[in-house]
Every structure is written in C-alpha cells, then in structure tokens.
C-alpha cells in the first residue's frame, strides 16, 4: 500500500508559477511510478504528469508540455510538480497518484488533494 499526501497548492496569477509535492510513504513506495492529475469543477479528472519510478522517464499531457515540470527525489520518496507560465485554465484540484506502470499510468493510489488557482 501507498499512502500519498500533497501539498503546495495556493492562489497565483495568470502567468506565475507554483510547484506542488507529493510525499509518499510505504514499504514499496519508491519503486512506483508517480504523477498527477487534475480536475476542474464540472469536469473529468483529468491526467497531468507522470515519472518513472527512477526518474528516467516522463510524459505530458498536451495542454501542460513545455510548461510543467515533474521531478522526483527517491531519498525523500517526493514527486514535484513545477508549474509555469500558468493559466486560469490550468485552475483544479490537482491529485498525486502512484502506479505500476508509468506508460499505463491510470492511478492505483491517490492523495487527498490540492486546490490550485489560476486568478485571470
């Protein structure tokens, strides 16, 4: 088991930046793919980001590619989300999730959340 816990989350400016982490605790923790995905109100969740358990790989959506950046520390078993050049539409709850698999990334664990908003 996984237990995955956010934070960073806040109110920021079109244009600005913010990063988000995500902890991770549990015996298997660190061989685990992690990312994050997003949901805004009235709409799907919605994937982000994900890495590789070791860092070597890592994928994009299309709205977030060239401004967002996923990282991961193993020693503190911590994925980061850097986001840049933000827009009201990035505005959601953004989710951390760990998998298996960092090609089928779908989620097997999640966090509890974080509220990122974009003000116009």
């Known amino acids: 088991q996984v237990q995955l816990v956010e934070s960073g989350g806040g109110l920021v400016q079109a244009g600005g930046s913010l990063s988000l982490s995500c902890l991770a605790s549990g015996r298997t923790a660190s061989s685990y793919a992690m990312g994050w995905f997003r949901q805004a109100p009235g709409k799907e969740r919605e994937f982000v980001a994900a890495?590789?358990?070791?860092?070597?790989?890592?994928y994009y959506s299309v709205p977030v590619k060239g401004r967002f950046t996923i990282s991961r520390d193993n020693a503190k078993i911590t994925v980061y989300l850097h986001m840049n050049s933000l827009k009201p539409e990035d505005t959601a709850v953004y989710y951390c999730?760990?998998?298996?698999?960092?090609?089928?990334?779908?989620?097997?664990?999640w966090g509890q959340g974080t509220q990122v908003t974009v003000s116009s």
């Open positions: 890495i590789s358990w070791n860092g070597v790989s890592t």
């Open positions: 999730a760990a998998d298996r698999s960092v090609v089928r990334f779908a989620g097997a664990h």
